[in-house]
């Protein structure tokens, strides 16, 4: 979790979250119960951040509609939308980490990270079901 990581109460640092849905609290951890495709969304978090952060990371997804190529197409936007923001906020040296499917349009984005990241690679979390098309991409060290 990430507030295990951080630490806010030692570190200073801050976690920042968004949801469409209104989730449990998190002890250290802000949440807004927002659509992050608000306008007023992005705006929000960069307040909240208050400068620069060093990691952004997004596990959006979109309601599965059950056709496997509209299912991928509409995460990766989410991802590609993620990777903006992202662009806005990060640190130098900064990371990102986005959920993907896999599906065949990753490559665009992978091409993206690679132009803003020292390191782009992709990681399937033990936790994810072996069957399952989704995984994450993680940029590293972010160019500014």
Do not use: C, N
Not at 14 to 22: N, P
Not at 50 to 75: E, K, N, Y
Not at 97 to 118: M, N, S
């Amino acid at each position: 979790m990430a507030v295990e990581r951080v630490q806010p109460e030692k570190s200073g640092g801050k976690v920042i979250g968004i949801d469409i849905t209104l989730v449990e609290p998190v002890a250290g951890a802000t949440l807004l119960a927002k659509d992050f495709y608000d306008d007023d969304a992005p705006d929000m978090l960069k307040e909240l951040l208050a400068g620069p952060a060093d990691v952004v990371l997004s596990d959006m997804a979109a309601s599965a509609t059950g056709d496997t190529q509209v299912d991928h197409l509409r995460i990766m936007a989410l991802a590609e939308t993620a990777h903006d923001f992202a662009r806005q906020v990060l640190k130098p040296g900064g990371t990102f980490v986005a959920k993907v499917l896999r599906g065949g349009t990753e490559r665009a984005l992978l091409d993206l990270l690679k132009h803003d990241f020292v390191k782009v690679r992709h990681v399937k979390p033990e936790a994810s079901r072996a069957d399952s098309a989704e995984m994450y991409v993680v940029g590293t060290g972010f160019r500014g």
